[in-house]
Nanobody, 119 residues
Framework: QVQLVESGGGLVQAGGSLRLSCAAS????????VAWFRQAPGKEREFVAS????????YYADSVKARFTVSRDYAKNTVYLQMNSLKPEDTAVYYC????????????WGQGTQVTVSS
């Protein structure tokens, strides 16, 4: 069982930056892929980025490429999402999720953290 706790959300002006954190407890991320999703009001949840803990492979949604960076910290068993050049359309609740590498479905989810970008 993996428990995920997100932090780092908040209110920022367009063009600004935020860094979200996803800390795991219960076990390490060593055999997991960790992803960030987001859900804006009235919209479906969408994939943002992911990282495979063991080899560092990353994937990004086209809408955030070159602006967002996902990374990991071994010592802290934490995944980060660095968000730069934020736009009002990035406003959403951001969720951290994890799945075992051989699974396709994300089974573990955090509680979400609100990111609001003002114009």
């Amino acid at each position: 069982q993996v428990q995920l706790v997100e932090s780092g959300g908040g209110l920022v002006q367009a063009g600004g930056s935020l860094r979200l954190s996803c800390a795991a407890s219960g076990r390490t991320f060593s055999t997991y892929t960790v992803a960030w999703f987001r859900q804006a009001p009235g919209k479906e949840r969408e994939f943002v980025a992911s990282i495979t803990w063991s080899n560092g492979n990353t994937y990004y949604a086209d809408s955030v490429k070159a602006r967002f960076t996902v990374s990991r910290d071994y010592a802290k068993n934490t995944v980060y999402l660095q968000m730069n050049s934020l736009k009002p359309e990035d406003t959403a609740v951001y969720y951290c999720a994890a799945r075992l590498n051989y699974e396709s479905r994300y089974s573990y989810w955090g509680q979400g953290t609100q990111v609001t970008v003002s114009s």
